[in-house]
């Protein structure tokens, strides 16, 4: 039986398209049962369509209270019972309710190499603080913003020429491998949140999670 999982999306959706394609591929085995926006004109939404995933437009503007958002985000994932919600360039700040009640089964993907430049605009944040690697990191998600045990690393060098576009392109390859690795590794049992600490196959992760290699599986 494939397991459920929800995603949630902002814009481009290059991250659901790569957990779409590897399910596709046999890779991955989770069943995506619905794809939720906070942005009507989210490509992503397309994305999820072409691979016939029921989709969800929730305008954030729409509602008076952060609050009431999140309550009505929790309601339109929580009729699909996922096992897993994957934030896969979801650009919301989440109540702290809404947070605790996906505790441990929250996935998200920050494009910096945690604990260092959480927030916006990393990459160009990385180049101006003369940083010699930048990279991605896949965490559980906690009340904290970008705060939550981190999972999986991987890390690519900034050269001289680098500029914010080039090195998000390099960033963004890097998160389609580690991405669908963490959601298969916690589709298998394999990956738990324990006390805020993040566990593979019941070993406890270092603070920085695992730096991916190409041997790992
Ligand atoms: C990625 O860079 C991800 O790290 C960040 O938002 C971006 C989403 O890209 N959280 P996409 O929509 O998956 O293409």
Do not use: C
Request: charge should be negative; avoid cysteine.
């Amino acid at each position: 039986m494939s397991f459920p999982v929800i995603v949630l999306i902002s814009g481009s959706g290059s991250n659901l398209q790569a957990l779409i394609d590897q399910s596709l591929q046999g890779k991955l085995n989770i069943d995506i049962k619905a794809v939720i926006s906070n942005k009507a004109d989210a490509f992503g939404l397309e994305r999820a369509k072409k691979a016939g995933i029921p989709t969800h437009a929730l305008d954030h503007k729409a509602f008076t209270s952060r609050e009431a958002f999140d309550e009505e985000l929790q309601k339109t994932i929580d009729q699909y019972q996922p096992k897993l919600v994957v934030l896969a360039g979801f650009m919301r700040i989440l109540t702290e309710t809404f947070t605790q009640h996906y505790e441990g089964r929250m996935l998200n993907i920050h494009p910096s190499l945690l604990p260092k430049f959480k927030g916006l605009d990393t990459h160009q944040r990385a180049i101006d603080a003369k940083e010699q690697e930048h990279g991605v990191s896949v965490h559980f998600v906690s009340s904290e913003l970008d705060a939550g045990a981190v999972i999986l690393q991987a890390s690519t060098m900034i050269e001289a020429d680098e500029t914010a576009s080039s090195l998000a392109s390099k960033v963004h390859a890097l998160e389609h491998v580690i991405y669908p690795l963490a959601v298969k590794w916690f589709s298998e049992s394999r990956l738990t949140l324990k006390h805020g600490t993040a566990y593979l196959d019941d070993a406890p992760l270092a603070e920085t999670g695992i730096l991916y290699h190409s041997g790992l599986a």
